[in-house]
């Protein structure tokens, strides 16, 4: 019988490790994957698909970016206006639940946290993630 044990970190950057017991008590170590990174970074700001345009969209008239993430996350109700509005007005929580579903392997207090430090990175960041998946 394998028991393996939860990694407490989920960091992309790290390999949770967890031990199992034989009946000879000897350890073995198991290694699980790193978790899957975005595919564009979070500083590639003017990077493609979207370009500088999407930039400036972004620090233009951020609630259009918020309401077509909605279009393909269905976070809050009503599509690309409910986006707009509820989307934009409680930012932190909409992308705790939104980032998720768009890269299942991303944590949501990581994407509260990056939404409300760098609120236009991580938008750029989820809604070209959301390009690349053909949304």
Not at 27 to 37: D, K, L, T
Not at 60 to 87: A, Q
Request: charge should be positive; hydrophobic fraction near 30%; glycine fraction near 8%.
């Amino acid at each position: 019988q394998v028991h393996l044990r939860r990694p407490l970190c989920r960091s992309s950057h790290l390999r949770a490790i967890a031990c199992a017991l034989k009946p000879d008590r000897r350890r073995r170590f198991v290694s699980f994957a790193p978790a899957m990174p975005w595919s564009k970074g979070l500083c590639d700001c003017c990077g493609e698909p979207g370009g500088c345009g999407l930039c400036v969209r972004t620090y233009c008239c951020p609630c259009t970016v918020v309401g077509d993430i909605n279009n393909y996350t269905n976070t809050c109700p009503g599509g690309f206006i409910g986006g707009c509005c509820l989307g934009s007005c409680f930012s932190p929580c909409f992308f705790a639940a939104a980032a998720p579903k768009v890269n299942p392997d991303e944590n949501a207090l990581k994407a509260c946290c990056c939404s409300i430090c760098c609120t236009p990175c991580y938008m750029m960041q989820v809604y070209k993630e959301v390009q690349l998946k053909g949304a």
